[in-house]
């Protein structure tokens, strides 16, 4: 059953989409929600070979992206092309991720917790607060009075889940699609394959959000109701 509908997932990197989530986007399209992402960065220095040009690098992130959500059944991936770690909180950004929610009209936004403990990544913290200001702007008729002349009309999102958050209060059963995120994540071979053995790190994790959750693996959000 799909109960959700339109999911819209906006992440700082290509990534963190499986990493934070993607159990539960394999999950979510199983039961006929139609998920799309947004990818706020170009990745571009997201590596520690110094023989790799921050060009090259954002070609290859993107593409280890498009390939990774085509596994989970995710239909669009849209980058807005930032530079890696030069997000900042509203302006331009908060507009573009306006424009994206009345165009995509989701039921559920998926995003960073920007409020979780020693966060230490600048862009999560950016995107987390700025994905807040676009629900609103979103939503409100009398902010960027000029998509409603355009027909973008105003949306409300109803729920938001913040990903990684320090106190979860929500939990996605994934024991049947945690394979599917590992699939995912393997992708990404450009990040995943310096991490050593990373599925059973990401086996573990899902095993401790579990036992939170009380499934035998599970995702643990920070669910808000967005009124």
Request: net charge negative.
């Amino acid at each position: 059953m799909a109960e959700w509908g339109q999911i819209l997932v906006v992440v700082a990197h290509a990534d963190d989409a499986e990493l934070s989530a993607g159990g539960s986007v394999a999950k979510w399209v199983s039961e006929g929600n139609c998920v799309d992402y947004v990818v706020a960065t170009n990745g571009n220095k997201g590596t520690k070979d110094l023989e790799l040009s921050p060009h090259r690098l954002a070609e290859i992130r993107e593409a280890e992206q498009r390939a990774a959500a085509e596994v989970l059944g995710v239909r669009d991936v849209n980058f807005l092309l930032y530079n890696d770690g030069e997000l900042r909180s509203g302006g331009t950004l908060g507009v573009q991720l306006a424009i994206l929610i009345r165009h995509y009209r989701p039921s559920l936004i998926v995003t960073h917790d920007p409020w979780r403990p020693y966060m230490v990544h600048p862009d999560h913290r950016a995107l987390g607060h700025t994905v807040i200001e676009g629900i609103v702007a979103a939503r409100d008729h009398l902010f960027l009075p000029a998509l409603s002349v355009i027909d973008l009309k105003p949306h409300h999102t109803p729920t938001a889940f913040f990903a990684h958050p320090g106190e979860p209060n929500y939990f996605v059963d994934i024991t049947e699609t945690l394979t599917k995120k590992i699939e995912a994540l393997s992708r990404h071979v450009s990040q995943m394959d310096r991490l050593g053995n990373w599925p059973d790190w990401i086996r573990d994790w899902a095993g401790e959000m579990g036992r939170k959750g009380g499934y035998t693996h599970a995702e643990g959000f920070h669910k808000m109701e967005m009124t």
